[in-house]
């Protein structure tokens, strides 16, 4: 008889915690019910600190040791409560009591409500997930597309525009391309702030006033805050407002989007030839095709993608509004973050691994110019521009449009070119001469890379 009730990654409900748990294991002490326990409870013991202290002039101190114990009976106190802060603010007072210190337990929460707890505990678990989760993801990312990137640099190949043969760049300075993407997004998204409210149930410190009308209450809570790391809200109605939180997941799409294009882009060179899978021998392809090499891991960070970006984009349409003073949808919303940011994850990992396991074929991406040699027709037009043939677009395109011209051809048309000997001569050497800026971009991409991702 199967047990359904079993926590045997076997039968769980998604993939995160099923098959692929244990490549993120480093999320749970961010997004598990154990460490959202942990964290509020935190807080709650910090807030109480700081009030007896401000009020009696008195300090305070025990050890916040945290037990699956300790979560298990919170989580039975909930099942009478119906209320997930209320039952860790009891398991508080019965461990103040048992710890004799039950003269404190009147200052418990006093004057604040539970989602002044929550947001601070959230918008410091997710700027620890950013620091000892999200960046390190980057950091590793960049490392790969930076080796790539350097390796590649000079690797001359056919650039396509609208699916068609268009003119000639390199392997590495393509990579550059989303190298350089990921420093500007990174920027902004190591430089959000969070904000966090605690100044009471709807946010207008009322219940302070109870308390005593004494002291700067909203210096108090401010500085309380900020002890976090956290900026202050004092638009907050019940709970703090979600525009910083917002803010974050858009940066983190953004973020996704620009990896979304490097892996479509990566399968793209796999179809033609550019880019070859490594096999390992052990592995397979296909259950019935032996021969299959197949490019899984870009695939996989691309499904991943697209399904995190689809919940980030309802969590930031969705959390900020919220009825009046607040309904409870943001509750059920924001239990869920841990979906996108766990597929993210997943995807980085992959992108990682699916950059390891390819390699270049140069041999390729030479053989696919010399049958383009049209892609130099810019060139030859701007060429001619500057030394004076002025209908040179018009007299080119009649002679290629549509066309390829393999290497032949394109020598046959630039005996053709009104342009006399010595031009020609000229326009032969800078035809092949290197061309140093795709080099120089790619230097550009590794430097800036180094310095964004610490590297």
Known sequence: MISWETSDPLFALTHLDGRNSRKLTLLRPYFSEFAWMKNRLSVMVDYLAALYELIEDKHISFTQDFSVADARTITSLERKTNHDLKAIEQFLVLRLQKKKLGFVVPYVNLGIGSEDINSIAL????????????????????????????????????????????????????????????????????????????????????????????????????????????????????????????????????????????????????????????????????????????????????????????????????????????????????????????????????IVEGIKRLSVDREVIASGLHPHQEVYLESVKIFCLRHGVSDIYDWLKDKTRGKTLNKEEFHHLLAELPLDVKRKDELQVMLHSVNPYPAKIVSEAVRRAKRIFKL
Not at 211 to 232: A, C, M, S
Not at 259 to 277: A, H, P, S
């Open 123 to 350: 918008g410091r678990l997710i700027g620890e997930c950013r620091e000892t989760v999200l960046l390190p993801c980057f950091q590793n990312i960049a490392s790969a597309l930076i080796a790539l990137a350097e390796a590649e640099k000079d690797t001359t190949m056919v650039a396509r525009t609208h699916a068609q043969v268009a003119n000639v760049t390199t392997f590495g300075k393509e990579i550059a391309n989303s190298l350089l993407r990921l420093c500007d997004e990174l920027e902004l998204f190591t430089s959000l702030k969070f904000s966090a409210k605690c100044t009471g149930e709807v946010g207008s410190l009322h219940g302070f006033l109870a308390i005593g009308k004494d002291k700067d209450w909203l210096q108090f809570t401010d500085n309380f805050i900020r002890g976090y790391g956290l900026v202050p809200s004092h638009a907050a109605t019940q709970i703090a407002p979600y525009d910083s939180l917002v803010r974050f997941f858009q940066s983190l799409e953004r973020i996704n989007t620009i990896l979304l294009d490097f892996v479509k882009n990566m399968w793209l060179y796999v179809l033609v030839g550019y880019v070859r899978i490594t096999k390992v021998d052990a592995e397979v392809g296909s259950a019935g095709m032996p021969h299959k090499v197949n490019p899984i891991y870009f695939e996989g960070a691309e499904g991943g993608l697209a399904m995190a970006n689809g919940m980030l984009e309802t969590l930031s349409r969705t959390l900020p509004v919220n009825r009046l003073q607040r309904d409870f949808s943001d509750s059920t919303a924001r239990r869920s973050m841990s979906m996108p940011i766990g597929l993210s994850v997943l995807s980085y990992q992959s």
